[in-house]
Structures are given as structure tokens and as C-alpha cells.
T-cell receptor
């Protein structure tokens, strides 16, 4: 089946530093990938839609300069949290759209803790 | 406006009992409907999906869901719950690989 990986699974960083999270579709090509944020015991909040070779589309209220998204290939999208602060601590999940099955497949998530 | 409602925030069932998780949607066109399951600290796993055709769809882990257009519902069912089914369940509506709208989730607790 369609598999999406995320790396790292957990990251702890100091306030003010930047963190990069990778999302890879392992067995299919994804022209569209999505980045979500999930707060404890809450649903997923879509942050942005990432399209291969073009700029990401950010949801209202999401700072594009803080959450940099790059989708340089059909199997890789990255989310960089710049100048991270404690309020950026969260669970970040990516998904990749498989046009062959018209379905999004989700990565295992990345737990970010900013000290 | 498009929306997905999962009326039950928490559900508790005994192991071996039947389960039904409710999902109602509001969507302008014929929707694609999905159920995902999330274990603590994990990503989302696709249980099943409905695009068209037979309104009763079978998924993994013994789950099934029925699409009822007249009720705008896509309820998830399982005849006999196992302790390992304890997790968070999300209903979503979408259009292909484009943006999904998620419900708020239902947390399932299974009593031994």
C-alpha cells in the first residue's frame, strides 16, 4: 500500500532555532502534499497545500514566512519552522495525495518541542 | 459551507460489543468520504473510503461504513470491537486528492 514517511519523528530544539521536517512518499509520486498541525486531543488543522514545483498555498492565519514549505520533487516535501518558539510546539503531520487512488496517505507525524 | 460533524466526542464500549461512529457532512457536490484511525502519537491510517457505487463499503480491520445520501451520513460500524480498536477516529470529506475537511474526531475507549 501507499506509504508516507516523516523524519524526524521527534525533535527538541531551543527557542530561536529552525527545524526542518521531511515528508516522503515512498511508493508513489505525489504532486500534492499537505501539512497539518494537531493540538492535543484535537482534530487536524490544515496549514498549507504543497504542490511540486510551485509555491505552497497557505491557509488563513498561517504565517508563510515562519512555516516554509518546499516541494522540490514528486516524492519529497519539507516544512521548516523558522525561529521556533515554545508556542510552535505541536504534532505536525504530512500527507501525500495519490492521484492513482484519489486518496491522501498520512505520515506518522513529527512531535516538535521548543524549549 | 462544507463541513463534517462527528457528534460523539467520546464513546466507550465493551470488548466484543458492536460499534457505530456517526459522521454527518455538508457538501455541495457528491463527496468523497473517508474514515481514518489515529493511535496515540501516530499518524492517520485509512480505514475505508467511498467514492461511488455500492453504498456499503468494507474496510480494513473489520470495519464497514454506509453512505446514506438522504441523511448526509457516513457512519462507521464494526460488529465486534477488540481492545486494540481503542483510538481516535476521524471522518473526512474531500474531492480527490485536494483539500480534506475533517471532523473533530471521536475517541473510542474499549472496556475489557
Amino acid at each position: 500500500g501507499a506509504v508516507v514517511s516523516q523524519h524526524p519523528s521527534r525533535v527538541i530544539c531551543k527557542s530561536g532555532t529552525s527545524v526542518k521536517i521531511e515528508c516522503r512518499s515512498l511508493d508513489f509520486q505525489a504532486t500534492t502534499m499537505f501539512w497539518y498541525r494537531q493540538f492535543p486531543k484535537q482534530s487536524l488543522m490544515l496549514m498549507a497545500t504543497s504542490n511540486e514545483g510551485s509555491k505552497a498555498t497557505y491557509e488563513q492565519g498561517v504565517e508563510k514566512d515562519k512555516f516554509l514549505i518546499n516541494h522540490a520533487s514528486l516524492t519529497l516535501s519539507t516544512l521548516t519552522v523558522t525561529s521556533a518558539h515554545p508556542e510552535d510546539s505541536s504534532f505536525y503531520i504530512c500527507s501525500a495525495g495519490d492521484t492513482g487512488t484519489d486518496t491522501q496517505y498520512f505520515g506518522p507525524g513529527t512531535r516538535l518541542t521548543v524549549l | 459551507a462544507q463541513s463534517v460533524t462527528q457528534p460523539d466526542i467520546h464513546i466507550t464500549v465493551s470488548e466484543g460489543a458492536s460499534l457505530e461512529l456517526r459522521c454527518n457532512y455538508s457538501y455541495g457536490a457528491t463527496p468523497y468520504l473517508f474514515w481514518y484511525v489515529q493511535s496515540p502519537g501516530q499518524g492517520l491510517q485509512l480505514l475505508l473510503k467511498y467514492f461511488s457505487g455500492d453504498t456499503l463499503v468494507q474496510g480494513i480491520k473489520g470495519f464497514e461504513a454506509e453512505f446514506k445520501r438522504s441523511q448526509s451520513s457516513f457512519n462507521l460500524r464494526k460488529p465486534s470491537v477488540h481492545w486494540s480498536d481503542a483510538a481516535e477516529y476521524f471522518c473526512a470529506v474531500g474531492e480527490g486528492t485536494y483539500k480534506y475537511i475533517f471532523g473533530t474526531g471521536t475517541r473510542l475507549k474499549v472496556l475489557a
